[in-house]
Protein backbone atom coordinates (compact mmCIF):
# COMPACT_ATOMS: atom_id res chain seq x y z
CA UNK A 1 0.00 0.00 0.00
CA UNK A 2 0.78 3.50 -0.28
CA UNK A 3 2.36 4.33 3.27
CA UNK A 4 4.96 6.85 1.80
CA UNK A 5 4.65 9.81 -0.54
CA UNK A 6 5.56 13.40 -1.64
CA UNK A 7 4.14 16.99 -1.45
CA UNK A 8 5.12 19.90 -2.67
CA UNK A 9 6.34 20.78 0.62
CA UNK A 10 8.05 17.39 1.79
CA UNK A 11 7.63 13.70 2.07
CA UNK A 12 4.93 12.30 4.38
CA UNK A 13 4.38 8.87 6.18
CA UNK A 14 0.97 7.79 6.82
CA UNK A 15 -0.50 5.06 9.03
CA UNK A 16 -2.56 1.43 8.12
CA UNK A 17 -6.39 2.35 9.09
CA UNK A 18 -8.33 0.24 11.02
CA UNK A 19 -8.95 -1.41 7.29
CA UNK A 20 -4.96 -2.28 6.47
CA UNK A 21 -5.73 -1.63 2.50
CA UNK A 22 -6.62 1.67 3.49
CA UNK A 23 -3.74 4.38 4.60
CA UNK A 24 -4.55 7.56 6.71
CA UNK A 25 -2.49 10.03 6.37
CA UNK A 26 -3.02 12.92 9.49
CA UNK A 27 -2.09 16.38 9.83
CA UNK A 28 -0.73 17.47 6.58
CA UNK A 29 0.03 21.01 6.42
CA UNK A 30 -1.75 22.89 3.84
CA UNK A 31 -0.91 26.45 3.99
CA UNK A 32 1.16 28.51 6.72
CA UNK A 33 -0.18 28.64 10.25
CA UNK A 34 -2.64 31.36 10.05
CA UNK A 35 -1.18 33.25 13.07
CA UNK A 36 0.88 36.63 13.78
CA UNK A 37 0.70 38.76 10.81
CA UNK A 38 -0.99 36.10 9.11
CA UNK A 39 -4.02 36.63 11.09
CA UNK A 40 -6.88 38.00 8.96
CA UNK A 41 -5.23 37.51 5.53
CA UNK A 42 -5.59 34.98 2.95
CA UNK A 43 -3.57 31.51 3.59
CA UNK A 44 -0.11 31.87 2.72
CA UNK A 45 2.30 28.86 1.25
CA UNK A 46 3.23 26.04 3.72
CA UNK A 47 6.64 25.96 4.94
CA UNK A 48 8.78 23.14 3.34
CA UNK A 49 10.44 20.29 5.77
CA UNK A 50 13.20 18.07 5.86
CA UNK A 51 13.18 14.44 5.98
CA UNK A 52 9.75 12.11 5.93
CA UNK A 53 6.92 13.69 8.24
CA UNK A 54 4.79 11.42 10.61
CA UNK A 55 1.25 12.14 9.13
CA UNK A 56 -0.02 10.00 12.22
CA UNK A 57 -2.40 13.00 14.13
CA UNK A 58 -4.83 15.06 13.53
CA UNK A 59 -3.92 18.09 14.05
CA UNK A 60 -5.20 21.25 15.98
CA UNK A 61 -8.93 22.42 15.48
CA UNK A 62 -9.49 25.53 14.73
CA UNK A 63 -10.28 27.84 17.37
CA UNK A 64 -13.77 28.21 18.69
CA UNK A 65 -16.31 27.73 21.74
CA UNK A 66 -15.51 24.57 23.43
CA UNK A 67 -19.03 22.59 24.11
CA UNK A 68 -21.00 22.68 27.42
CA UNK A 69 -21.73 19.10 27.38
CA UNK A 70 -25.36 19.51 28.09
CA UNK A 71 -26.38 19.78 24.65
CA UNK A 72 -28.52 17.42 22.07
CA UNK A 73 -25.09 17.93 20.00
CA UNK A 74 -22.67 17.44 22.51
CA UNK A 75 -24.29 13.88 22.98
CA UNK A 76 -24.53 13.28 19.67
CA UNK A 77 -20.98 13.99 18.60
CA UNK A 78 -18.52 15.69 21.31
CA UNK A 79 -18.62 13.08 23.68
CA UNK A 80 -16.06 10.79 21.49
CA UNK A 81 -12.55 10.69 21.63
CA UNK A 82 -12.53 14.02 19.04
CA UNK A 83 -13.30 16.06 22.11
CA UNK A 84 -9.81 15.27 23.61
CA UNK A 85 -8.60 17.38 20.39
CA UNK A 86 -10.31 20.00 22.67
CA UNK A 87 -6.97 20.40 24.01
CA UNK A 88 -5.14 20.73 21.28
CA UNK A 89 -7.55 23.48 19.53
CA UNK A 90 -5.10 26.26 17.78
CA UNK A 91 -5.30 29.35 15.83
CA UNK A 92 -2.63 27.06 13.42
CA UNK A 93 -5.15 24.64 12.28
CA UNK A 94 -4.70 24.60 8.21
CA UNK A 95 -3.88 20.51 7.98
CA UNK A 96 -6.16 17.94 6.32
CA UNK A 97 -6.16 14.34 6.24
CA UNK A 98 -6.27 12.30 3.29
CA UNK A 99 -7.26 8.37 3.15
CA UNK A 100 -6.47 6.70 0.12
CA UNK A 101 -6.35 3.03 -0.95
CA UNK A 102 -4.19 3.22 -3.85
CA UNK A 103 -1.03 0.58 -3.61
CA UNK A 104 0.89 3.35 -6.24
CA UNK A 105 0.21 6.83 -7.32
CA UNK A 106 -0.36 6.07 -10.67
CA UNK A 107 -3.89 5.14 -10.14
CA UNK A 108 -5.89 8.16 -10.43
CA UNK A 109 -8.38 7.08 -8.18
CA UNK A 110 -11.39 9.59 -7.49
CA UNK A 111 -11.14 12.74 -5.21
CA UNK A 112 -13.66 14.00 -2.48
CA UNK A 113 -13.20 16.82 -0.58
CA UNK A 114 -15.10 17.15 2.37
CA UNK A 115 -15.87 20.81 4.16
CA UNK A 116 -17.23 20.37 7.61
CA UNK A 117 -20.28 22.69 8.79
CA UNK A 118 -21.13 23.95 12.05
CA UNK A 119 -22.39 27.46 10.95
CA UNK A 120 -18.79 28.54 10.26
CA UNK A 121 -18.65 29.04 14.41
CA UNK A 122 -17.91 25.73 14.90
CA UNK A 123 -17.11 22.07 13.73
CA UNK A 124 -13.80 20.61 12.52
CA UNK A 125 -12.62 17.53 9.89
CA UNK A 126 -11.84 15.38 12.76
CA UNK A 127 -15.28 14.72 14.21
CA UNK A 128 -15.71 10.86 14.77
CA UNK A 129 -19.13 10.78 11.45
CA UNK A 130 -16.01 11.75 9.14
CA UNK A 131 -14.05 8.85 9.42
CA UNK A 132 -13.49 8.45 5.98
CA UNK A 133 -12.09 4.62 5.83
CA UNK A 134 -15.42 3.60 4.35
CA UNK A 135 -15.78 6.05 1.07
CA UNK A 136 -12.02 5.02 0.57
CA UNK A 137 -12.64 1.48 0.63
CA UNK A 138 -15.13 2.18 -2.36
CA UNK A 139 -11.41 3.35 -4.46
CA UNK A 140 -12.10 6.84 -3.81
CA UNK A 141 -9.21 9.12 -2.24
CA UNK A 142 -11.17 11.22 0.02
CA UNK A 143 -9.37 14.49 1.59
CA UNK A 144 -10.81 16.69 5.13
CA UNK A 145 -9.95 20.01 5.14
CA UNK A 146 -9.60 22.50 8.22
CA UNK A 147 -10.89 26.07 7.60
CA UNK A 148 -10.93 29.67 9.91
CA UNK A 149 -14.11 29.88 11.85
CA UNK A 150 -15.99 32.86 13.37
CA UNK A 151 -14.11 35.71 14.26
CA UNK A 152 -10.62 34.08 12.72
CA UNK A 153 -12.13 33.62 9.40
CA UNK A 154 -14.82 35.76 8.90
CA UNK A 155 -13.83 38.73 10.13
CA UNK A 156 -13.55 42.21 7.67
CA UNK A 157 -12.50 45.40 8.76
CA UNK A 158 -11.73 48.91 6.75
CA UNK A 159 -7.75 48.44 7.25
CA UNK A 160 -7.62 44.61 6.52
CA UNK A 161 -9.47 46.03 3.34
CA UNK A 162 -6.91 48.70 2.44
CA UNK A 163 -4.31 46.59 3.60
CA UNK A 164 -5.21 43.96 0.41
CA UNK A 165 -6.18 46.71 -1.87
CA UNK A 166 -9.67 45.93 -1.26
CA UNK A 167 -9.44 42.44 -2.97
CA UNK A 168 -9.05 38.87 -1.18
CA UNK A 169 -9.95 41.09 2.51
CA UNK A 170 -12.93 38.87 3.74
CA UNK A 171 -13.81 35.21 3.77
CA UNK A 172 -10.95 33.75 5.13
CA UNK A 173 -12.85 30.49 5.84
CA UNK A 174 -13.74 30.51 2.23
CA UNK A 175 -10.33 31.06 1.16
CA UNK A 176 -9.16 28.26 3.77
CA UNK A 177 -11.47 25.98 1.83
CA UNK A 178 -10.23 26.57 -1.65
CA UNK A 179 -6.79 26.55 -0.52
CA UNK A 180 -7.36 22.98 0.54
CA UNK A 181 -9.25 22.03 -2.83
CA UNK A 182 -6.05 23.54 -4.67
CA UNK A 183 -3.37 21.48 -2.75
CA UNK A 184 -5.54 18.50 -3.77
CA UNK A 185 -5.43 19.70 -7.21
CA UNK A 186 -1.33 20.10 -7.02
CA UNK A 187 -0.97 17.39 -4.75
CA UNK A 188 -3.43 14.44 -5.40
CA UNK A 189 -1.82 12.48 -8.08
CA UNK A 190 0.82 11.98 -5.17
CA UNK A 191 -1.58 9.97 -3.17
CA UNK A 192 -3.20 7.82 -6.16
CA UNK A 193 -5.66 10.58 -6.67
CA UNK A 194 -6.58 11.98 -9.86
CA UNK A 195 -6.23 15.89 -9.93
CA UNK A 196 -8.75 16.07 -12.93
CA UNK A 197 -11.73 14.61 -10.85
CA UNK A 198 -12.30 16.11 -7.74
CA UNK A 199 -15.79 16.29 -6.26
CA UNK A 200 -17.05 18.58 -3.59
CA UNK A 201 -19.07 17.53 -0.52
CA UNK A 202 -20.33 19.81 2.37
CA UNK A 203 -23.21 19.18 4.76
CA UNK A 204 -24.97 22.64 6.80
CA UNK A 205 -22.64 25.36 6.79
CA UNK A 206 -20.23 22.68 4.71
CA UNK A 207 -22.69 22.41 2.20
CA UNK A 208 -23.17 26.41 1.89
CA UNK A 209 -19.54 26.54 1.50
CA UNK A 210 -19.73 24.00 -1.31
CA UNK A 211 -22.17 26.53 -3.04
CA UNK A 212 -19.68 29.41 -2.62
CA UNK A 213 -16.95 27.08 -3.92
CA UNK A 214 -18.76 26.13 -7.23
CA UNK A 215 -20.09 29.98 -7.28
CA UNK A 216 -16.75 31.45 -7.05
CA UNK A 217 -15.10 32.61 -10.42
CA UNK A 218 -11.71 31.71 -8.23
CA UNK A 219 -12.49 28.45 -8.91
CA UNK A 220 -12.71 28.20 -12.57
CA UNK A 221 -10.43 25.35 -14.51
CA UNK A 222 -9.14 23.92 -10.92
CA UNK A 223 -10.77 20.24 -11.25
CA UNK A 224 -13.88 20.33 -9.19
CA UNK A 225 -16.08 18.03 -11.33
CA UNK A 226 -19.00 17.83 -9.20
CA UNK A 227 -20.43 19.21 -6.12
CA UNK A 228 -22.67 17.62 -3.26
CA UNK A 229 -24.39 19.90 -0.68
CA UNK A 230 -26.15 18.55 2.07
CA UNK A 231 -28.45 20.54 4.48
CA UNK A 232 -27.03 23.21 3.00
CA UNK A 233 -29.76 25.23 1.94
CA UNK A 234 -30.06 26.20 -2.19
CA UNK A 235 -32.01 28.95 -3.95
CA UNK A 236 -34.01 30.96 -0.87
CA UNK A 237 -37.51 32.61 -1.86
CA UNK A 238 -38.79 35.72 -0.18
CA UNK A 239 -40.63 38.30 -2.16
CA UNK A 240 -38.97 37.49 -4.88
CA UNK A 241 -36.25 39.40 -4.47
CA UNK A 242 -32.71 38.91 -3.32
CA UNK A 243 -32.56 40.98 -0.81
CA UNK A 244 -31.95 39.80 2.91
CA UNK A 245 -28.96 37.71 2.09
CA UNK A 246 -25.50 37.69 3.48
CA UNK A 247 -23.78 41.50 4.46
CA UNK A 248 -22.12 43.81 2.24
CA UNK A 249 -17.99 44.03 2.44
CA UNK A 250 -19.07 47.46 4.34
CA UNK A 251 -21.71 45.87 6.41
CA UNK A 252 -19.32 43.26 7.66
CA UNK A 253 -16.19 45.46 7.84
CA UNK A 254 -18.90 47.76 10.44
CA UNK A 255 -19.06 44.54 12.88
CA UNK A 256 -15.20 44.92 12.43
CA UNK A 257 -14.52 48.15 13.28
CA UNK A 258 -17.38 47.43 16.57
CA UNK A 259 -15.75 44.32 17.12
CA UNK A 260 -12.08 46.49 17.70
CA UNK A 261 -14.06 48.81 19.61
CA UNK A 262 -15.41 45.74 21.93
CA UNK A 263 -11.98 44.43 22.37
CA UNK A 264 -10.52 47.86 23.32
CA UNK A 265 -7.75 48.23 20.47
CA UNK A 266 -7.18 51.09 18.49
CA UNK A 267 -6.31 49.69 15.66
CA UNK A 268 -5.55 45.78 13.18
CA UNK A 269 -2.25 45.83 14.28
CA UNK A 270 -2.89 45.20 17.80
CA UNK A 271 -5.83 42.85 17.42
CA UNK A 272 -3.13 41.05 16.09
CA UNK A 273 -1.43 40.43 19.40
CA UNK A 274 -3.62 39.61 21.42
CA UNK A 275 -3.72 36.09 22.07
CA UNK A 276 -6.08 33.39 20.33
CA UNK A 277 -8.02 32.18 23.56
CA UNK A 278 -8.60 35.65 24.50
CA UNK A 279 -10.31 36.37 21.14
CA UNK A 280 -11.90 33.73 20.42
CA UNK A 281 -13.62 34.33 23.88
CA UNK A 282 -14.11 37.81 23.19
CA UNK A 283 -15.78 36.89 20.01
CA UNK A 284 -18.36 34.36 21.52
CA UNK A 285 -19.24 37.16 24.03
CA UNK A 286 -19.43 39.73 21.01
CA UNK A 287 -21.62 36.93 18.92
CA UNK A 288 -23.58 36.06 21.54
CA UNK A 289 -24.31 39.50 22.72
CA UNK A 290 -26.15 39.82 19.01
CA UNK A 291 -23.86 42.30 18.11
CA UNK A 292 -22.73 40.75 15.06
CA UNK A 293 -22.92 37.06 13.73
CA UNK A 294 -19.36 36.48 11.86
CA UNK A 295 -20.17 34.48 8.57
CA UNK A 296 -20.05 34.99 5.11
CA UNK A 297 -20.47 38.25 3.35
CA UNK A 298 -20.60 39.86 -0.73
CA UNK A 299 -17.00 40.74 -0.63
CA UNK A 300 -16.49 41.52 -4.10
CA UNK A 301 -13.98 38.99 -4.86
CA UNK A 302 -14.65 35.67 -3.70
CA UNK A 303 -18.34 36.16 -3.53
CA UNK A 304 -18.60 38.88 -6.02
CA UNK A 305 -22.39 39.26 -5.59
CA UNK A 306 -25.19 37.31 -3.33
CA UNK A 307 -24.76 34.04 -3.99
CA UNK A 308 -28.88 33.31 -4.12
CA UNK A 309 -28.32 35.80 -7.42
CA UNK A 310 -25.46 34.09 -8.76
CA UNK A 311 -27.39 30.75 -8.20
CA UNK A 312 -30.78 32.19 -9.99
CA UNK A 313 -28.85 33.23 -13.24
CA UNK A 314 -26.68 30.24 -13.15
CA UNK A 315 -23.56 32.15 -12.42
CA UNK A 316 -21.55 28.92 -11.28
CA UNK A 317 -19.65 25.63 -12.32
CA UNK A 318 -21.57 23.98 -15.15
CA UNK A 319 -21.34 21.04 -13.34
CA UNK A 320 -23.39 18.18 -11.92
CA UNK A 321 -24.57 18.57 -8.25
CA UNK A 322 -26.67 16.30 -5.66
CA UNK A 323 -28.43 18.64 -3.40
CA UNK A 324 -31.03 17.27 -0.70
CA UNK A 325 -31.73 17.85 3.09
CA UNK A 326 -33.32 15.51 6.16
CA UNK A 327 -36.87 15.32 6.58
CA UNK A 328 -36.96 17.05 10.44
CA UNK A 329 -34.43 20.12 10.43
CA UNK A 330 -35.59 23.46 10.85
CA UNK A 331 -38.27 25.90 10.01
CA UNK A 332 -41.30 25.01 7.58
CA UNK A 333 -41.42 28.04 4.81
CA UNK A 334 -45.00 29.84 6.67
CA UNK A 335 -45.45 29.96 10.55
CA UNK A 336 -48.62 27.66 10.50
CA UNK A 337 -49.14 27.98 14.86
CA UNK A 338 -52.39 30.09 14.49
CA UNK A 339 -54.59 31.52 11.40
CA UNK A 340 -52.94 34.52 12.45
CA UNK A 341 -49.53 33.85 12.32
CA UNK A 342 -50.36 31.91 8.59
CA UNK A 343 -51.66 34.54 7.24
CA UNK A 344 -49.28 36.93 7.93
CA UNK A 345 -46.43 35.14 7.04
CA UNK A 346 -47.97 34.00 3.66
CA UNK A 347 -48.34 37.40 2.36
CA UNK A 348 -45.02 38.66 3.85
CA UNK A 349 -43.71 35.55 1.53
CA UNK A 350 -45.64 35.40 -1.65
CA UNK A 351 -47.29 39.20 -1.51
CA UNK A 352 -50.03 39.64 -4.54
CA UNK A 353 -49.69 35.85 -5.33
CA UNK A 354 -50.75 35.24 -1.21
CA UNK A 355 -54.59 35.19 -2.47
CA UNK A 356 -53.91 32.08 -4.61
CA UNK A 357 -51.83 30.68 -2.21
CA UNK A 358 -55.00 30.60 0.11
CA UNK A 359 -56.94 29.38 -2.50
CA UNK A 360 -54.96 26.31 -3.07
CA UNK A 361 -54.65 25.45 0.61
CA UNK A 362 -58.60 26.20 1.54
CA UNK A 363 -58.12 28.98 3.99
CA UNK A 364 -60.34 30.22 5.24
CA UNK A 365 -62.75 28.46 4.67
CA UNK A 366 -61.63 25.17 5.39
CA UNK A 367 -60.24 23.02 8.61
CA UNK A 368 -57.27 24.82 9.65
CA UNK A 369 -55.73 21.66 10.56
CA UNK A 370 -55.81 20.83 6.58
CA UNK A 371 -54.77 24.27 6.01
CA UNK A 372 -51.64 23.46 8.01
CA UNK A 373 -50.81 19.73 6.16
CA UNK A 374 -51.90 21.98 2.81
CA UNK A 375 -49.03 24.33 3.49
CA UNK A 376 -46.49 22.31 5.08
CA UNK A 377 -42.99 22.32 3.36
CA UNK A 378 -39.54 22.33 5.05
CA UNK A 379 -37.73 25.68 4.11
CA UNK A 380 -34.64 23.58 3.81
CA UNK A 381 -36.24 20.79 1.07
CA UNK A 382 -37.93 24.59 -0.53
CA UNK A 383 -34.33 25.87 -1.27
CA UNK A 384 -32.71 22.27 -2.39
CA UNK A 385 -35.87 21.73 -5.01
CA UNK A 386 -35.42 25.07 -6.05
CA UNK A 387 -31.44 24.80 -6.80
CA UNK A 388 -32.51 21.65 -8.18
CA UNK A 389 -35.28 23.08 -10.52
CA UNK A 390 -32.60 25.69 -11.73
CA UNK A 391 -30.25 23.42 -12.60
CA UNK A 392 -32.58 21.59 -14.33
CA UNK A 393 -33.84 24.78 -16.50
CA UNK A 394 -30.05 25.17 -17.36
CA UNK A 395 -29.72 21.57 -18.67
CA UNK A 396 -27.34 20.53 -16.22
CA UNK A 397 -27.47 17.03 -14.21
CA UNK A 398 -28.72 17.05 -10.72
CA UNK A 399 -29.96 15.04 -8.28
CA UNK A 400 -32.06 15.73 -5.70
CA UNK A 401 -32.73 13.75 -2.35
CA UNK A 402 -35.14 13.38 1.20
CA UNK A 403 -33.72 11.67 4.12
CA UNK A 404 -36.21 10.62 6.90
CA UNK A 405 -35.91 7.67 8.20
CA UNK A 406 -36.78 6.38 11.65
CA UNK A 407 -33.78 7.38 14.20
CA UNK A 408 -33.64 4.94 16.69
CA UNK A 409 -32.87 6.44 20.78
CA UNK A 410 -34.61 7.19 24.08
CA UNK A 411 -35.36 10.73 22.36
CA UNK A 412 -37.03 9.73 19.59
CA UNK A 413 -35.63 12.61 17.69
CA UNK A 414 -36.83 12.18 14.26
CA UNK A 415 -34.37 12.97 10.86
CA UNK A 416 -32.97 15.81 12.62
CA UNK A 417 -30.31 18.25 11.33
CA UNK A 418 -26.90 16.50 10.19
CA UNK A 419 -28.49 12.88 11.26
CA UNK A 420 -27.58 11.92 7.58
CA UNK A 421 -23.80 11.99 8.34
CA UNK A 422 -23.54 8.64 10.06
CA UNK A 423 -25.14 7.35 6.88
CA UNK A 424 -23.00 9.03 4.07
CA UNK A 425 -19.57 8.09 5.47
CA UNK A 426 -20.98 5.10 6.85
CA UNK A 427 -19.84 5.59 9.92
CA UNK A 428 -22.84 3.88 12.24
CA UNK A 429 -21.09 2.04 14.30
CA UNK A 430 -19.52 5.14 16.20
CA UNK A 431 -22.37 6.62 16.80
CA UNK A 432 -24.50 5.73 20.32
CA UNK A 433 -27.62 5.08 18.81
CA UNK A 434 -29.06 1.53 18.09
CA UNK A 435 -28.89 1.04 14.35
CA UNK A 436 -30.15 -1.77 13.24
CA UNK A 437 -29.54 -3.57 10.15
CA UNK A 438 -32.22 -1.49 8.17
CA UNK A 439 -30.04 0.87 8.58
CA UNK A 440 -26.32 0.04 8.12
CA UNK A 441 -28.12 -1.59 4.71
CA UNK A 442 -29.62 1.98 3.76
CA UNK A 443 -25.72 3.53 4.51
CA UNK A 444 -23.68 1.47 2.77
CA UNK A 445 -26.61 2.33 -0.11
CA UNK A 446 -25.83 5.46 0.33
CA UNK A 447 -22.51 5.34 0.93
CA UNK A 448 -22.23 3.86 -2.44
CA UNK A 449 -24.59 6.17 -4.21
CA UNK A 450 -22.80 9.36 -3.30
CA UNK A 451 -18.74 7.79 -4.20
CA UNK A 452 -20.38 7.03 -7.63
CA UNK A 453 -21.53 10.50 -7.88
CA UNK A 454 -18.09 11.16 -6.88
CA UNK A 455 -16.54 8.73 -9.84
CA UNK A 456 -18.78 9.75 -12.54
CA UNK A 457 -21.50 12.16 -12.10
CA UNK A 458 -24.04 9.60 -12.09
CA UNK A 459 -24.74 8.05 -8.33
CA UNK A 460 -26.37 4.48 -9.86
CA UNK A 461 -24.24 1.66 -9.79
CA UNK A 462 -24.70 -1.92 -7.84
CA UNK A 463 -24.99 -2.60 -3.83
CA UNK A 464 -22.03 -4.76 -2.72
CA UNK A 465 -24.15 -8.36 -3.43
CA UNK A 466 -23.59 -7.41 -7.58
CA UNK A 467 -27.56 -6.41 -7.92
CA UNK A 468 -28.33 -3.03 -9.22
CA UNK A 469 -29.44 -0.22 -6.65
CA UNK A 470 -32.47 1.30 -6.87
CA UNK A 471 -32.25 3.89 -9.54
CA UNK A 472 -31.94 7.08 -8.94
CA UNK A 473 -33.32 8.96 -11.55
CA UNK A 474 -31.98 13.03 -12.82
CA UNK A 475 -34.50 15.38 -11.62
CA UNK A 476 -35.14 17.53 -14.77
CA UNK A 477 -38.31 19.53 -16.13
CA UNK A 478 -40.04 16.51 -17.38
CA UNK A 479 -39.75 14.49 -14.39
CA UNK A 480 -38.40 16.86 -11.38
CA UNK A 481 -38.30 14.48 -8.36
CA UNK A 482 -35.56 12.64 -6.30
CA UNK A 483 -34.96 9.57 -4.56
CA UNK A 484 -35.97 8.97 -0.45
CA UNK A 485 -33.96 7.47 1.72
CA UNK A 486 -36.56 5.96 4.26
CA UNK A 487 -36.60 2.82 5.49
CA UNK A 488 -34.91 1.92 2.17
CA UNK A 489 -34.17 3.70 -1.12
CA UNK A 490 -36.55 4.63 -3.79
CA UNK A 491 -37.98 7.41 -5.91
CA UNK A 492 -40.64 9.66 -4.60
CA UNK A 493 -42.97 10.09 -7.03
CA UNK A 494 -46.15 10.83 -4.80
CA UNK A 495 -48.17 14.23 -6.13
CA UNK A 496 -47.47 17.27 -4.12
CA UNK A 497 -50.41 19.28 -2.97
CA UNK A 498 -51.21 21.94 -5.58
CA UNK A 499 -50.65 24.57 -3.13
CA UNK A 500 -46.80 23.14 -2.84
CA UNK A 501 -46.49 23.11 -6.74
CA UNK A 502 -47.84 26.56 -7.03
CA UNK A 503 -45.65 27.98 -4.38
CA UNK A 504 -42.28 26.23 -6.65
CA UNK A 505 -43.72 27.88 -9.61
CA UNK A 506 -43.89 30.86 -8.06
CA UNK A 507 -40.93 31.34 -7.15
CA UNK A 508 -39.43 29.92 -10.16
CA UNK A 509 -40.79 32.58 -12.03
CA UNK A 510 -40.00 35.47 -9.90
CA UNK A 511 -36.34 34.31 -9.90
CA UNK A 512 -35.13 32.89 -13.03
CA UNK A 513 -38.16 32.36 -15.49
CA UNK A 514 -38.70 36.19 -15.95
Given at each position: ???I??????M?????????????????????????K?????????E????????????P?????????????????????????????????????????????????????????????????????????????????I??V????????????????????????????????????????????????????????????G??????????????????????????????????????????????????????????????????????????????????????R??????????????????????????????????????????????????????????????????????????????????K???????????????????????????????????H?G??????????????????????G?????????????????????????????????????????????????????????????????????????????
Open positions: MLRTKTENGVRGLPAADTWITAFKGIPFAAPPVGNRWRVPQPANWEGIRDCFRFGIPMQDVPSGNGFYDKEWHNDPARDCMAEMSEDCLYLNVWTPAKSAEERLPVMVWIFGGGLNWGHPQEMEFDGERIARRDVVVSGYRLNAFGFMAHPEITAENGGVNCANFGLYDQKAGIDWVRRNIQNFGGDPDNITIFGQSAGRSTLCQILTPLNENNGITHAITQSGGGLSFHSGNFSGGYPTLAEAEEGGVKFLEYLGVKNIEEARQIDAETLRDKASAFRNAGIHWGLCVDGTFLPDQPNKMLAENRRLQIPVMVGNTDDEFRDVFNTENPEAFEASVKTVLGEDADEFFRLCGYPEADFAEVQKAALNGSCFGARLLSMRGADAGLPMYFYSFGPEIPGEDPAFHSSELWFTFETLAKCWRPFVKHYDLARQMCNYWTNFAKTGNPNGLDADGTPMPEWTPFTKDAPEGITFRESSAMDTAARHPAIDFLYETAAKRLWRK
